[in-house]
DNA sequence: ACCTGAACACCGTTCAAGT
DNA sequence: ACCTGAACACCGTTCAAGT
């Protein structure tokens, strides 16, 4: 009689994904676990997605719109010159992505095929980048702009949150020098 | 009596494995998958290599090796200036990635945990882009100029192949005019 | 309308047995 | 020394049955 009312949410479910991710890699985000951490056993899982592809476009974009609101902070706070406005938004990066290097690797290339933020989410993270990029270089390489200092930054912490800076060296330092090169090539251009 | 003779070679499978990982992607490369094309059984498989990961470590130390060897030709092929060097580096790369997206996908960034080339393959790869940056911003600086090029390289084609660029706009134009801005801001802090 | 146990096909890995 | 079938634990997913 009575149907079965709901034990968790979407966003619980989202949730649970982002801990497990977190704690021990995309091997670890199991149906079984996910649901375990919500309370349900995991056919229940899809009830509220097709399968495990669509709960992680939906974890890669829920981190997307964190990273939006992360972004639009820095900004906001680094006053008005673009050039100071570009160096909060790549220190402001780096410290997501070194807090939450599991999600961060969601953000940009698919780790598994098609696992990559829903186009409005991905929106909102590039609002921020789009805007300083515009002020830096102007409205028609705004874009180009955007996509260069997103590649460098996603590429660098990338690298750096697996490992691949192996031959000594400061890592932070490299990070600096890559961001105030953009910027000085970038002003060059405008 | 006569014991078993080996019915195919390290090399062997890591070959297989590059093309199932290319024309599937990570997860079509199952230990049956690789088995059947090199006329085997997955257990034997076990016998040369200790687990899937040891053989994703071959498989993407294998496509650093391949790299080092198209990147060398690229600077060998550019002349003396170091600046035109950079250029080819930056478009040698970026081919490389084009071509075999999801070989270029575990040269740098753990798509798995653990799965990256050995340090000895990196290293191989590195070398190209460790002897440009000097000759650019001197050897001092040498290493972490190395890391600002190829997290740009790494991190924008990766963008692009994953298919992360979705707001329309020239892509490549986008890629030259980042190698351009690094390569200008690099001079400038030599 | 949501939840569940049982079942299916698939996967990586181990191991005793074969040659 | 290498190869194999059988077995194990695990995974994503489906579905009929429950409330």
Redesign the interface.
């Known amino acids: 009689m009575s149907p079965a009312r709901a034990q968790t949410s979407q966003a619980a479910i989202v949730a649970a994904a982002r801990v497990l991710l977190e704690d021990g890699?995309?091997?670890a985000v199991s149906m079984a676990g996910v649901a375990e951490r919500v309370g349900i056993r995991a056919p229940s899982l899809y009830k509220r997605f097709d399968d495990r592809g669509a709960l992680l476009v939906a974890v890669a974009s829920d981190v997307a719109l964190d990273l939006g609101r992360v972004l639009a902070d820095e900004v906001a706070r680094a006053g008005d010159d673009p050039g100071r406005q570009l160096e909060a938004l790549a220190s402001g990066y780096r410290s997501f992505a070194l807090a939450t290097p599991r999600a961060a690797?969601l953000l940009?290339?698919?780790?598994?095929?098609d696992v990559?933020p829903t186009?409005e989410s991905?929106?909102v993270a590039?609002r921020p980048v789009l805007d300083v990029a515009e002020a830096i270089v102007g409205p028609v390489?705004a874009?180009?702009?955007a996509?260069?200092l997103?590649?460098?930054?996603?590429?660098?912490t990338?690298?750096e949150?697996?490992?691949?800076?192996?031959?000594?060296?400061?890592?932070e330092?490299?990070y600096r020098?890559?961001i105030?090169?953009?910027?000085?090539?970038?002003e060059?251009?405008a």
Chains 1, 2 share one sequence.
């Open positions: 890699g995309l091997d690797s940009f290339a698919g780790v598994a095929p990559t186009p991905q929106a590039a390489r874009l180009a702009a996509r260069v997103t590649a460098f930054a996603y590429g660098f990338s690298m949150t697996a490992g691949a800076f192996r031959f000594g060296g400061d890592v330092e490299a020098l890559g105030t090169a953009l910027r000085s090539g970038l060059a251009t």
